[in-house]
């Protein structure tokens, strides 16, 4: 139920994408510490995955803006599905990586570690 905030990076500022991304993994207990990353950043550290490949955890990237750069993300959950934050209009929610917006805008997935 976290509303869509631009730079936000925490439960106390909300999030963005790409902060709800990283505080996730943050945070998740593994050991990760990669501090607050963009889209961008996020899918510099990562390794491609095929889609044949795509597990849970995975990050999902897509091409949302105009600049024909990754421009957005969220954490793969399984069965087609995927959480992130999504705009200024939602809150953290689940979407479709199969249809629709998400699928029309998919780049593709890679893994952290």
């Given at each position: 139920?976290?509303?869509?905030?631009?730079?936000?990076?925490?439960?106390?500022?909300?999030?963005?994408?790409?902060?709800?991304?990283?505080?996730?993994?943050?945070?998740?207990?593994?050991?990760?510490?990669?501090?607050?990353?963009?889209?961008?950043g996020?899918?510099?550290?990562?390794?491609?995955?095929?889609?044949?490949?795509?597990?849970?955890?995975?990050?999902?990237?897509?091409?949302?803006?105009?600049?024909?750069?990754?421009s957005?993300?969220?954490?793969?959950?399984?069965?087609g599905?995927?959480?992130?934050?999504?705009?200024?209009?939602?809150?953290?929610?689940?979407?479709?990586?199969?249809?629709?917006?998400?699928?029309?805008?998919?780049?593709?997935?890679?893994?952290?570690?």
């Amino acid at each position: 139920g976290y509303p869509y905030v631009w730079g936000g990076s925490t439960p106390a500022t909300s999030f963005d994408c790409s902060g709800f991304v990283s505080y996730v993994y943050n945070n998740c207990g593994v050991g990760w510490s990669f501090g607050r990353l963009g889209a961008s950043g996020l899918l510099g550290i990562c390794t491609r995955v095929s889609a044949a490949n795509v597990r849970p955890g995975d990050l999902v990237f897509f091409i949302t803006s105009s600049s024909g750069n990754v421009s957005h993300v969220g954490i793969y959950v399984g069965n087609g599905q995927f959480i992130h934050a999504p705009n200024s209009r939602s809150t953290v929610s689940y979407s479709d990586l199969t249809t629709g917006y998400w699928s029309q805008h998919y780049y593709g997935a890679k893994r952290v570690g």
